[in-house]
């Protein structure tokens, strides 16, 4: 508070802790954003396949533990290749995009969505029953097909087929658990596509 209280050597000092501090804040910006990209996709911006698994074993484990509903929904894009075909690979980023947002519209902050595969997302659904999810599913799916269908990419309309399984006691695992919604995804596709599946 006084007058002239530093001279230019304390000003030197001070400018150089100061630039140490901003070094340690962009570092840890950095990191935090590093951090960031080895857990989601950098396409649709929702956990990528290795950070989704690891998030779906929680869950598995919790509901296991204190016997807890869990169900899963597993999405495949229909026809996809098809829309890179005949758009572009651009078009077909767009509509993975489209999608993704679509999908999270219809869930809650506590259920778990990543991108599996190339077109193929996955949903951890904790404290939902099978009939209950299979209703999120079809609300998805009608979405899906309403809101892309009428997009540019109309003349091949989009649509979903979608697998929805819940956790039983015949379920040994995580991997048997999701293999159960691919395999019922299948089913849905077998069917006609743009539908849900149950198993």
């Excluded at 598995?60 to 890179?84: C, G, Q």
């Excluded at 404290?127 to 097909?145: C, F, G, N, P, W």
């Amino acid at each position: 508070y006084l007058p002239n209280a530093y001279n230019e050597e304390d000003l030197t000092l001070l400018e150089m802790l100061a630039s140490y501090a901003a070094i340690a804040l962009e570092n840890s910006r950095l990191f935090k954003k590093i951090q960031r990209l080895a857990i989601t996709d950098s396409l649709t911006d929702i956990y990528n396949r290795r950070h989704l698994i690891v998030l779906g074993q929680r869950e598995f484990n919790r509901a296991r533990r204190f016997k807890r509903p869990l169900s899963v929904i597993f999405i495949d894009i229909d026809h996809f290749k098809e829309i890179n075909d005949h758009y572009g690979h651009r078009a077909g980023d767009q509509v993975l995009t489209l999608i993704t947002r679509t999908i999270q519209e219809h869930i809650r902050d506590i259920d778990v969505m990543g991108r599996y595969g190339g077109e193929e997302f996955l949903l951890f659904i904790p404290e939902v029953d099978l009939e209950t999810s299979r209703h999120i599913a079809e609300r998805i799916r009608s979405s899906v097909e309403q809101g892309l269908s009428k997009s540019r990419f109309s003349r091949s309309p989009v649509t979903i087929s979608l697998g929805v399984v819940a956790l039983t006691d015949d379920i040994p695992s995580l991997s048997a658990l999701v293999a159960r919604a691919d395999a019922a995804m299948y089913d849905a596709k077998r069917d006609g596509r743009n539908r849900v599946a149950v198993r």
